[in-house]
């Protein structure tokens, strides 16, 4: 009987823990748990609290062109393609080789109809990565768009 109260005692002294050790203040979190936090909002479909949590790292790690980049694929979600392709832009600005960041410029500006420039962003994305398959089939199909577009006026 003893052995089950103690037993009993350490769960509920772990149930109590658990709480305070999961939530850390905000203002003690790294650029990382703020970058983690983003990516878990986002997959919540929480796109523009992931897009604070994305402000947080950019705050502390201006040149970080992952989270530059996440915040712009947010910003896209909830519409406002401006921005994100300004993101992007900025991402892009840090690391010219982010085949990433290209590819997701390439996919506002088909959310805006400007296939000619999103076609220019895939190919810039597959020059960095030839293999980037998502890419070469999102600059096809524009290529195809743009084709019936002059076809058919």
């Known amino acids: 009987m003893k052995l089950i109260h103690s037993w009993i005692m350490m769960i509920l002294i772990f149930a109590i823990m658990v709480p305070s050790l999961g939530q850390m203040s905000e203002g003690a979190m790294s650029p990382d748990d703020w970058f983690d936090r983003g990516q878990a909002l986002y997959y919540q479909d929480r796109f523009n609290e992931s897009i604070d949590a ?3 790292v950019i705050e502390m790690e201006p040149r970080n062109a992952e989270a530059w980049n996440n915040k712009g694929i947010n910003l896209g979600m909830v519409g406002r393609y401006d921005e994100a392709l300004s993101a992007f ?8 080789s982010y085949a990433e960041a290209w590819y997701n410029t390439g996919v ?4 805006m109809q400007d296939f000619e420039s999103a076609i220019q962003a895939y190919n810039r994305a597959t020059q960095i990565d030839p ?3 998502k890419a070469w089939l999102n600059k096809n199909r ?4 743009v084709g019936i577009y002059v076809s058919y006026p």
């Open 89 to 96: 832009s900025t991402a892009i600005g840090i690391n010219p």
């Open 131 to 133: 293999h980037y398959e």
């Open 54 to 56: 994305y402000d947080q």
């Open 108 to 111: 506002v500006l088909d959310f």
């Open 142 to 145: 524009d290529i195809d768009i």
